[in-house]
């Protein structure tokens, strides 16, 4: 485990389709993603609501609710395996060991009716098959890690008794457990405040670097993304449209929708005395809904640099730098 | 309108004055009133006309308890809610009913705080019909007028609430507060349960009404990039009292009080090359408002706290022209 090879991807998806049965017929959620994870690094997967980023992760763990949902194509590898084509068993084994998740809703989360304790001890019973006293040892020590303030009595606390930093920190905690070698956070830290997502993030970043795991963060706050992570991913409407290094994407976007996601963001950065009436640019429309057939690029009804191209055809990857590609027609137009 | 114009407009629209509002807790068969929830502990502040007054802080700080006081959703312990020369505080149902055309409020949820049961219009119209300010057969143009003004079609007012997008149900609520001709709008997360794309456009719409009808607004936001924007003062509270209160720029970029600071630090800005801030990390939660601390209430978090702030309260007072703080050591 230890002889990873930093330039190898620990994670690899490849042209992922996801597609959902509903009462208004099939569509397709995730149409066609592909990105590569490396060991020890943190890639953000940002976008609005809507645009397939949680799916995406669901799809890794084999979460996709089904028959509803399937995964119709594509290939994840995890460790040289195709997690696609693992069965009951072996996936028991890969989740919240190998890969673990931490959800949207510290609130949800976490079972009402069992004890802390109960919940993270059984995580190591089942995955490492521990003695229960072992296993408590080891919990209470990653409670500290997570800087619950006393870790012993928490244990015999029920999630409702924890505000929800703190359930927040022991969903991170339930997560890391088993040192696994992919964290996927969604929306970690969207419902709490920001002085706690700081301390949360804080914390994330502290343990990636103590146990070496790469990180998945899904989100759709770019300030968080351009504060922790090293690479980024943008979705849009079920596909990647760009990709690359985080400081290649916030100082050089070459798609029009990052563009569009950078622009409307207030600036506390740039403030200056007389700027109340700067105006945040606006992006048009909406995420076009998952039913909504679209000829061309989904973009175009929302691109203030479509061209009849745009709308008859679908944009491919183009590589801009080795790291960074975008799928636009027109992104040497961007400056 | 630049900052330093709202400012020598000399009267205050409305003025708080030393707002306290405890909530009981009760417990047992007899709902035996067992301790107070501190609310809002002690709040003063105004507002002038055309202005924007940005209200921040953790969650259970008292912004919102301070947004519902002054439209009167509930009614204060003591203290002075001053509107136009009228204290609102004390008001009984009637007299309530003609100060309410005045104040108006959006909520955060735009999913909750409509009636699915009612269409468009007859959301937008309701209060035009309740206050009888407009005669019956111009309704239907004054919310067409309304729609248009807010960014919706008005071929869209015959829809029910569950037919429109979280951004659009935003901007209906907006034509609902509008549709009074308020002078001061109390916006409680207008835009936290929105896609930053939509959020600018919701931002920007609330920044041009307010330009066109001379609107005060109260924003309420724990997203406190946005209230910066928006605002022109800004008011940063901890458990149910102000910390700090100064135009804008002042209290982002010269922060004064210890919360302010830490707060500020924990902001994440958008920009990879600055990196993380770890200089002020606050650490721990926020206390129960059930049993604030004595003294300052931030002295059990706070990086400077000494023991005068354990026991003693520090009094909310002016530090330079127009920037207030209450704190004993700065």
């Known amino acids: ?335 | 309108m630049g900052e330093n114009e709202v400012n020598s407009v000399s009267k205050p629209l409305l003025t708080v004055k030393n707002l306290y509002t405890h909530f009981p807790i009760r417990r047992g068969i007899f709902q035996k009133t067992v301790a107070y929830a501190h609310a809002v502990d002690g709040v003063s502040f105004s507002i002038k006309s055309g202005e924007t007054l940005g209200l921040v802080g953790e969650s259970g700080c008292g912004k919102t308890t301070v947004g519902r006081l002054i439209v009167r959703l509930e009614k204060p312990t003591s203290g002075e809610i001053i509107l136009e020369d009228k204290n609102i505080a004390n008001f009984n149902k009637k007299n309530l009913k003609s100060f309410r055309r005045n104040v108006q409020i959006i909520f955060q949820d735009p999913y909750s705080s409509l009636n699915p049961r009612m269409t468009a219009g007859a959301i937008v119209s309701e209060p035009m019909i309740i206050h009888n300010i407009v005669p019956r057969n111009k309704i239907n143009n004054e919310v067409k007028k309304l729609f248009n003004r807010v960014g919706l079609h008005s071929e869209q007012i015959d829809r029910y609430p569950h037919e429109f997008s979280g951004g659009q149900r935003q901007r209906l609520s907006i034509a609902r507060a509008l549709a009074l001709n308020p002078k001061l709008i109390i916006a409680d997360e207008p835009v936290s349960a929105l896609d930053v794309s939509i959020q600018a456009q919701v931002v920007n719409l609330l920044m041009d009404l307010q330009r066109d009808y001379q609107l005060s607004f109260i924003f309420i936001s724990h997203d406190i990039s946005v209230v910066g924007h928006i605002s022109n003062r800004i008011a940063v509270m901890y458990l149910g009292q102000i910390m700090e209160l100064a135009p804008r720029f002042d209290i982002l970029t010269e922060p004064i009080h210890p919360y302010t600071e830490s707060l500020l630090s924990s902001v994440p800005i958008p920009n990879p090359h600055i990196g993380r801030q770890k200089i002020k990390r606050l650490k721990g939660e926020v206390p129960s408002s059930i049993n604030p601390p004595s003294g300052c209430p931030f002295h059990t978090r706070c990086p400077i706290a000494e023991k005068k702030c354990s026991n003693e309260k520090p009094i909310f007072r002016e530090i330079k022209p127009d920037h207030f703080i209450a704190c004993h050591l700065r």
């Not at chain 1, 015999?156 to 924890?162: C, N, T, V």
């Not at chain 1, 890391?176 to 992919?182: A, Y």
């Not at chain 1, 606006?282 to 039913?291: A, T």
């Open chain 1, 1 to 335: 485990m230890n002889n990873q090879n930093i330039n190898q991807p620990i994670l690899s998806i490849k042209n992922l389709r996801v597609i959902f049965s509903g009462e208004f017929g099939k569509a397709a959620a995730i149409k066609d993603v592909s990105f590569d994870l490396f060991p020890k690094e943190t890639l953000a997967v940002v976008g609005e609501s809507g645009c397939g980023k949680t799916v995406t992760a669901l799809s890794i763990l084999r979460l996709i609710q089904s028959p509803q949902g399937k995964i119709e194509k594509g290939l994840i590898e995890f460790d040289g395996k195709n997690i696609l084509k693992l069965d009951t068993r072996s996936l028991y084994r890969l989740r919240g060991n190998k890969i673990s998740m931490i959800f949207q809703e510290p609130m949800t989360s976490l079972n009402p009716v069992l004890t802390i304790g109960r919940q993270l001890t059984e995580v190591l019973v089942f995955h490492q098959h521990v003695s229960e006293n072992e296993a408590k040892d080891k919990t209470i020590e990653m409670l500290q890690l997570v800087q619950i303030p006393d870790p012993k009595t928490c244990l015999h606390q029920y999630p409702h008794h924890l505000s929800g930093g703190m359930r927040q920190r022991i969903m991170i905690a339930m997560a890391l457990l088993c040192d696994p070698r992919v964290l996927i956070a969604d929306e970690p830290t969207t419902s709490l405040d920001v002085t706690i997502q700081a301390q949360i993030l804080d914390l994330m970043l502290e343990i990636q670097q103590k146990l070496g795991t790469a990180i998945i963060l899904i989100t759709h706050d770019l300030a968080v993304v351009a504060n922790i992570a090293d690479r980024v991913v943008v979705m849009y409407a079920g596909k990647i449209v760009e990709e690359g290094k985080v400081k290649e994407i916030y100082d050089n976007p070459r798609h029009p929708y990052t563009q569009g996601l950078l622009k409307s963001l207030p600036r506390l950065d740039q403030l200056n005395k007389h700027n109340k009436e700067m105006r945040l640019t606006e992006m048009p429309g909406l995420v076009p809904s998952i039913y909504a057939h679209s000829i061309g690029c989904s973009f175009a009804p929302r691109c203030p640099y479509v061209t009849e191209q745009c709308r008859k055809k679908e944009p491919s990857f183009k590589t801009i730098t080795k790291e960074h590609r975008t799928a636009c027609f027109e992104w040497e137009k961007m400056k």
